[in-house]
């Protein structure tokens, strides 16, 4: 067991290696030889490789599908709807489970999915935007501690605990403020009492930092246990039930806050 456990280990670093290196080979490459051709065309390159990278209007678009299902009352069109945007099991979640995982994945997202490519694309440009991006997408497909994934994917899910520190840190300063701004359907003060409490209860070193800001501000409770692959995963609550979880009033103005 130990040996096929190192096994695995050791392919998922291969994998990671791989990815890395093919990602920011071919990411240079295309660059260098845009710009090598005409520099009109390298700006060019550059700005689609910038949009792409980016996933604000995804984020929005997707989520908001979630939003006009529950809105219309068809839970199972939401159901599938927010599968697309989330880990779990969502085929036996109710209206309040829908609204809860579709908030927790747009909170966790706010940086993974825009912050931190920005503060890449800032600090790398395209090549590093993309190596990031290449790291946040092994993690949501193999970064799961599971039988299955929990050695194999582990090199993908350390690598991107680590390449999120700062900007999920950074987007959370961000969040606070915003929420202090945001007007009344938001509380700053629960944003920041909650963060300073429950951030760390979330497993990922960096979700907790997002979701505990999102649940103070809206008053609202969120994490708790949840279903991968069949199994329930005991999770301990993040945020107090003010409110409840209910998406009519308030998911506009949350996407609004957040994107």
Same mark, same amino acid.
């Given at each position: 067991?130990?040996?096929?456990?190192?096994?695995?280990?050791?392919?998922?670093?291969?994998?990671?290696?791989?990815?890395?290196?093919?990602?920011?080979?071919?990411?240079?490459?295309?660059?260098?030889?845009?710009?090598?051709?005409?520099?009109?065309?390298?700006?060019?390159?550059?700005?689609?490789?910038? &949009?792409?990278?980016?996933?604000?209007?995804?984020?929005?678009?997707?989520?908001?599908?979630? &939003?006009?299902?529950?809105?219309?009352?068809?839970?199972?069109?939401?159901?599938?709807?927010?599968?697309?945007?989330?880990?779990?099991?969502?085929?036996?979640?109710?209206?309040?489970?829908?609204?809860?995982?579709?908030?927790?994945?747009?909170?966790?997202?706010?940086?993974?999915?825009?912050?931190?490519?920005?503060? &890449?694309?800032?600090?790398?440009?395209?090549?590093?935007?993309?190596?990031?991006?290449?790291?946040?997408?092994?993690?949501?497909?193999?970064?799961?501690?599971?039988?299955?994934?929990?050695?194999?994917?582990?090199?993908?899910?350390?690598?991107?605990?680590?390449?999120?520190?700062?900007?999920?840190?950074?987007?959370?300063?961000?969040?606070?403020?915003?929420?202090?701004?945001?007007?009344?359907?938001?509380?700053?003060?629960?944003?920041?009492?909650?963060?300073?409490?429950?951030?760390?209860?979330?497993?990922?070193?960096?979700?907790?930092?997002?979701?505990?800001?999102?649940?103070?501000?809206?008053?609202?409770?969120?994490?708790?246990?949840?279903? &991968?692959?069949?199994?329930?995963?005991?999770?301990?609550?993040?945020?107090?039930?003010?409110?409840?979880?209910?998406?009519?009033?308030?998911?506009?103005?949350?996407?609004?806050?957040?994107?």
């Amino acid at each position: 067991m130990e040996d096929s456990n190192g096994r695995a280990f050791r392919q998922g670093i291969g994998l990671v290696l791989i990815v890395i290196i093919s990602v920011v080979a071919v990411t240079f490459f295309l660059l260098f030889m845009a710009n090598w051709l005409h520099p009109v065309l390298g700006v060019v390159v550059e700005c689609i490789m910038t &949009y792409q990278i980016l996933a604000v209007k995804c984020l929005k678009v997707e989520s908001m599908k979630v &939003y006009q299902c529950l809105k219309n009352g068809n839970l199972e069109q939401a159901r599938k709807a927010v599968s697309m945007i989330v880990g779990r099991d969502t085929k036996h979640l109710d209206e309040e489970g829908v609204a809860k995982a579709a908030i927790e994945t747009v909170a966790e997202n706010t940086s993974d999915g825009v912050i931190a490519p920005m503060l &890449y694309l800032a600090v790398g440009g395209p090549v590093l935007g993309f190596l990031y991006k290449a790291v946040n997408t092994m993690d949501s497909m193999i970064g799961y501690k599971n039988e299955k994934y929990l050695y194999f994917g582990r090199s993908a899910a350390k690598l991107d605990d680590f390449v999120n520190f700062f900007p999920a840190r950074i987007s959370a300063c961000l969040m606070i403020t915003a929420s202090f701004l945001a007007g009344r359907q938001f509380s700053g003060k629960g944003a920041w009492t909650i963060y300073k409490r429950d951030r760390k209860k979330h497993t990922s070193p960096n979700s907790g930092q997002t979701e505990a800001i999102c649940a103070g501000a809206l008053s609202i409770q969120l994490a708790g246990d949840a279903s &991968y692959f069949g199994k329930t995963v005991k999770k301990p609550h993040i945020g107090d039930a003010v409110r409840g979880v209910e998406y009519l009033p308030y998911t506009e103005s949350l996407l609004a806050f957040l994107l």
